[in-house]
T-cell receptor
Framework: GQQLNQSPQSMFIQEGEDVSMNCTSS?????WLWYKQDPGEGPVLLIA?????ELTSNGRLTAQFGITRKDSFLNISASIPSDVGIYFC?????????????FGKGTKLTVNP | EAGVTQFPSHSVIEKGQTVTLRCDPI?????LYWYRRVMGKEIKFLLH????????ESGMPNNRFLAERTGGTYSTLKVQPAELEDSGVYFC?????????????FGQGTRLTVV
């Protein structure tokens, strides 16, 4: 089945530093998503990417959809303590009239003040 | 407006027991999804309801898992009998009919521990 390889698995950074994480897949996805999960909460959508090569920003977050539709990266600039959490990439899979999300394993981000 | 709510937030049960998880989607959302994250692994799709009908249950692990959505409102996911490998966080998500999955909202999850 489809799998998303997400890296790194975890990151420990100082407040103010920039962060980059990425996802790759052996399959093509027409839509890529980036989510953040805070402790004790469910995933919350950060950015959605629909077009190959698309570069989209949401505040300090920037994400790009790879030209081949098989990869994506998420950058966080000038990190702050509330950026702590687990970041997931996900691809939207459409099969037989049903849509579902295929997730990566997540990147756990720790920000030291 | 209330978001997607899940009950209980935590459950610890013994192997062989039965547990029922509940999800209340956002009012008016006909699409309802169940996902599960086993420790350290990816979040995996379990099944998709459209109103009360199962649109896709290809992700259900085995016949110990039973999902229902009577009346097309809230949904339950029952595990009977529970096994150790069923431990994990179970997420529910909902979206409006005809909306892409990008507009699905997730609940806070139920952390299930089978001992």
């Amino acid at each position: 089945g489809q799998q998303l390889n997400q890296s790194p698995q975890s990151m420990f950074i100082q407040e103010g530093e920039d962060v980059s994480m990425n996802c790759t897949s052996s399959s093509i996805f027409n839509t890529w998503l980036w989510y953040k999960q805070d402790p004790g909460e469910g995933p919350v959508l950060l950015i959605a990417l629909y077009k190959a090569g698309e570069l989209t920003s949401n505040g300090r977050l920037t994400a790009q959809f790879g030209i081949t539709r098989k990869d994506s990266f998420l950058n966080i600039s000038a990190s702050i303590p509330s950026d702590v959490g687990i970041y997931f990439c996900a691809g939207v899979l459409t099969q037989g009239g049903s849509e579902k999300l295929v997730f990566g394993k997540g990147t756990k981000l720790t920000v030291n003040p | 407006e209330a978001g997607v709510t899940q009950f209980p937030s935590h459950s610890v049960i013994e192997k062989g027991q039965t547990v029922t998880l509940r999800c209340d989607p956002i009012s008016g959302h006909d699409n309802l999804y169940w996902y599960r994250r086993v420790m350290g692994k990816e979040i995996k799709f379990l099944l998709h309801f459209v109103k009360e009908s199962k649109q896709d249950e290809s992700g259900m692990p085995n016949n110990r898992f039973l999902a229902e959505r009577t009346g097309g409102t809230y949904s339950t996911l029952k595990v009977q009998p529970a096994e150790l490998e069923d431990s994990g966080v179970y997420f529910c998500a909902s979206s409006l009919l005809g909306r892409m999955n990008t507009e699905a909202f997730f609940g806070q999850g139920t952390r299930l521990t089978v001992v």
